[in-house]
C-alpha cells in the first residue's frame, strides 16, 4: 500500500515502483512494463475539473446518471454501505476502449471517502485524468450529502509505463516504501493461504475495528458491526490450506456455492445466452457475470474474458461487472461488484473486488468461491499457476458474532484436571 500525501507524490511514488519492478509485456497499443496490482491512497486530494476528453466525458455521463440516489444514500443514513456506483457497463466488455475506472465507493469515517478500482492505468500518461475525476466525483457527493471529503484511495490491477516513455518517466521517479499491515486510511495484508488470510483479516477487524451501526437493524445481533476501511489480502497460495479448521461452512457448501453462485460451472465452456436464475432467485454473481434480463446489452462477459485470455495473456481488459446502476436503489444489491483476471509475472491472478465484506459469516466462503473460479480460469487458459487478491470497502464483524471470533483468534486452553 502507497500512502501519500498528494496526487503528484502519488504518481511519482507508483512511476517509481513500476520502473523497480516492473516485467515486460507486448500488448496490441505497444510494449509496456507492468507490475502486480497496487494499491494507492491520497490523503488530501484537492478539488479538481474533469479532463474534458472521450473518457472524462464517459465518466461524468455515468456518473451523473445516479448521484443524486448516492446523495440521498448517504443523506439518510452516513454510515450506509451501500453507496458504490458501477462505471463499467456488461457491453464494455466487447469495446476495443473500455473505461479505465470500473467501480467507485463511497464510505463515511469521520468524513467521507472514496475508493475506485481500476482495471489498467497508464500511471506516466493518464494518472492524473483519472484522479481528477475520482477528485471531482467525492466533492460533488460530499457536498450533496453535506458531508467533508477524505480521501482517495485506487485498487490499480495493471499499473503500467509504455517502453517509449521509460525515459521521460525516469525523470519524475521517486519510489517510496510501502505501508503493510493495519492502518486507519487501509490495510494491505499478504499471506500464504487462503485459511491464514482469513485468519488475519479476523484478528485485524477484531482487534483495530471501529463499531458503528449498520442496516440490518430488524437482525438481532447485526445492528451494529465492527469494521475496518479498505482491506486488502493478497494471497500467494490459494491452492493449499484452502478451508480453515474453524470456517464457518464445509469444503461442499464452498464448491456448490462457487459452481451455482459465481461461476454456472455446468457452462463455463460455452457462452451463455439465456436466463441462468433459480425460481426465486432475484440475482446472482453468475447472473450478473454472464447473462442478466435487465441488461439492455447481454454479454458473457466471463466467458469473453476467457477467450481475450486464451488469445493474449497480457490483455487488461478481461473484467467482469457484478453491479448495475440500479442496485443504488436496492435494499440488498451485490456486495461482489466486479473482477478481473491479469497476467502477475506468470501466474494468472484474480482479483476481487467487494463493497462489503461480513467477515465472519462470508469472506472465507466469498474467497473459497473466487480462488475457485480463478483456477478454473488459469486451467483454461493454460497457466500453469494461479494468485488470488481479495479486496473490500467496509470489511466486518457483526457484533452478534464477535464472541465466536474471539473464540476463533484466542480459544481458551483447557485445564487439565488436579490429581
Known amino acids: ?8 507524490e502519488a504518481k511519482r511514488a507508483i512511476v517509481g515502483k513500476i520502473i523497480e519492478n516492473g516485467t515486460l509485456c507486448r500488448s496490441r497499443f505497444g510494449n509496456y512494463l507492468g507490475i502486480d496490482p497496487s494499491f494507492l491512497v491520497v490523503e488530501e486530494p484537492s478539488e479538481a475539473e474533469v479532463a474534458k476528453d472521450y473518457f472524462g ?42 473505461p479505465a475506472i470500473t467501480e467507485i465507493s463511497f464510505l463515511f469515517d469521520e468524513r467521507l471517502h472514496l475508493t475506485a478500482y481500476i482495471r489498467s492505468l497508464d500511471c506516466l500518461n493518464y494518472f492524473e485524468p483519472n484522479f481528477r475525476f475520482l477528485s471531482y466525483a467525492l466533492n460533488s457527493v460530499a457536498e450533496g450529502a453535506e458531508l467533508p471529503a477524505g480521501s482517495i484511495a485506487m485498487l490499480v490491477a495493471v499499473p503500467h509505463i509504455y517502453e517509449r516513455d521509460l525515459k521521460r518517466a525516469s525523470l519524475i521517479s521517486e519510489p517510496k516504501e510501502e505501508v503493510y499491515g ?17 485468519h488475519s ?16 437493524d430488524i437482525f438481532e445481533g447485526q445492528k451494529t458491526s465492527k469494521f475496518i476501511h479498505r482491506l486488502f489480502v493478497e494471497v500467494l497460495k490459494p491452492e493449499e490450506n484452502r478451508i480453515h479448521d474453524k470456517a ?30 433459480k425460481e426465486g432467485e ?67 491472478k484474480g482479483i476481487f473486488y467487494m463493497r462489503s465484506n461480513d467477515a465472519y459469516g462470508a469472506m472465507h466462503a466469498n474467497m473459497f468461491g473466487f480462488s475457485l473460479l480463478t483456477k478454473y480460469v488459469a486451467e483454461l487458459t493454460g497457466f500453469p499457476d494461479y ?18 471470533v474471539k473464540e476463533i483468534l484466542y480459544p481458551e486452553m483447557k485445564r487439565k484436571g488436579l490429581g
Open 282 to 348: 432475484e440475482y446472482t454473481y453468475a447472473e450478473r457475470a454472464r447473462f442478466c434480463l435487465k441488461d439492455p446489452v447481454k454479454v458473457d462477459q466471463l466467458f469473453e474474458a476467457i477467450e481475450k485470455l486464451k488469445g493474449d495473456r497480457c490483455r487488461r481488459d478481461c473484467y467482469i461487472g457484478i453491479s448495475r446502476p440500479w442496485d443504488l436503489t436496492s435494499r440488498d444489491p451485490p456486495c461482489l461488484r466486479g473482477y478481473q483476471f491479469v497476467t502477475s509475472r506468470e501466474k494468472l
Open 57 to 98: 466525458e464517459r465518466y461524468l455521463s455515468r456518473f451523473r446518471e445516479v448521484l443524486n440516489a448516492a446523495v440521498g444514500k448517504l443523506s439518510e443514513k452516513r454510515y450506509t454501505r451501500r453507496v458504490s456506483i458501477p462505471i463499467w457497463r456488461p457491453e464494455d466488455a466487447l469495446s476495443q476502449h473500455p
Open 1 to 8: 500500500m502507497i500512502i501519500s500525501k498528494e496526487c503528484e
Open 248 to 277: 464457518p461452512f464445509t469444503e461442499r457448501y464452498g464448491i456448490d456455492y462457487a459452481h451455482d453462485y459465481i461461476i454456472c460451472a455446468d457452462k463455463l465452456l460455452e457462452r451463455v445466452g439465456e436466463s441462468i436464475l
Open 182 to 198: 493495519h492502518t486507519n486510511l487501509g490495510t494491505h495484508l499478504i499471506e500464504d493461504y487462503l485459511s491464514s488470510a482469513w
Open 387 to 404: 494468485g488470488y487478491a481479495h479486496f473490500a470497502v467496509d470489511a466486518h464483524i457483526y457484533t452478534g458474532f464477535l464472541d465466536s
Open 201 to 216: 483479516a479476523l484478528e485485524v477487524i477484531y482487534n483495530h475495528g471501529k463499531t458503528k451501526e449498520t442496516e440490518w
